[in-house]
Every structure is written in C-alpha cells, then in structure tokens.
C-alpha cells in the first residue's frame, strides 16, 4: 500500500494547469479522475504540449459535508501560463504536511489515503486543506506517487 515511512515536511508552492470537477461521495472520484485525466491529455495533445508525467491530483472535502472538490493538473515552469481551456490553480505551499510514498496500482489509492487518515489519528494530527497526489518519476524514470496533506493538530482552531 505505502512505504509506511509517513513523514512530516513541509510542501512547496505550486503551479498547475488543470481541470477540476467536483463528486458526491469518495466512490465517484476515480471515474472522475478518469473522464479530467482524459480532457487534460486532449486539451494538451491538441496544443502540442505531450503530458509529460508530472501530474498532480487534488482532492478537498468540502467543510460543510456538501462535495469533494477533485482536479487533475501537470506542473507549470514558473511564469508559464496554461494552455486555452486548462485552469491555472497556485497551491500554496504549507509548512507542515504528512507525506508518503504510495506504491501500488493506482486503482487501490483510496486505502492508502485511508490509511494515511488513520496514522495521522494515530499521530494526534489531522488533514487540513487540499489532499495532493504528485505523480512523478525518479532519477531512474520509475514512477513515484507521493500522498501529501497539510496538517494541524487534531483539534486546533488554527489553520
């Protein structure tokens, strides 16, 4: 499922060309992964920037219960701009957040976010803000799936 080496660090500002949808309930996130994924690498495709692996997901419960906001996007150069139909989204960067590497299909993520739910519980932490899912690759061209929230102390009045 993970590494089990959950870690806590803080996470950089980011740029994202993306698309974004918003589900219901936790079960309804893949198919809409699926269906912006697919209009993000058309959109890319048709303006001759190839997806290039550097894909972020985020996913943010909304505080009132209502919908999980979900987005697809890849990493912007700094000053670059998205290309016509893709929204520019600037996550800030945090100052504590817990991250782990997730290794497995990506079909079975949701266990891992759950589990990442439960050590933070475990940790007296809690998720705050957008959850980001960074795809990458490594040195050696593997594919690395970092799960990465920002958090607080269960509990905190603070952000």
Known sequence: MTDGALRLEPLPALRLAQLSGEVD?????????????????????????????RVVRTYYGRPDGSKIDVAVGTLLDPGAQPVAGLELAELPGEDRAAVVAYQGPVEDVEGAWNALDVALAERGLEARGPYRQVHLEDEEGRRVVELQCPVREAGSACP
């Open 25 to 53: 309930e936790t079960h309804e996130i893949p198919a809409m992964v699926d269906d912006l994924l697919g209009a993000l690498n058309t959109r890319l495709t048709a303006a001759g920037v190839p997806l290039d692996g």
